[in-house]
């Protein structure tokens, strides 16, 4: 498991492994926004995301879409569109990312 402080301040995310197996690479995070973390709606990357929501409550937005999710909720969307949580509703939050992405 690899610790890291997430790409945005009040985030943070540890990598739970990776796989490549031919050319789909596949990375797992779980995430957790640490007190004072804000909303950010700016991440955009190739691949398929999949969220499940252990904890907490927010507005997660997905291109011009958005949906209030909590515990044991689930997304699963292209991950070209601009996407992140837009409000968070309560805390503490934490869910599980995975990331699958074609690789060349």
Known sequence: MIDRIGALE???SELLG???SGN???EPYLVTLLPGAGPYVTFQHPGLKFL???SGAVTYRRGSKS???GAADTLLFDATVLHGIEAILSGPVSYLSVVFTLRD
């Open 67 to 69: 949906v209030e999710v």
């Open 10 to 12: 009040g985030d943070r």
């Open 18 to 20: 990776h796989s490549l």
């Open 52 to 54: 499940h929501f252990l």
């Open 24 to 26: 789909l690479f596949v």
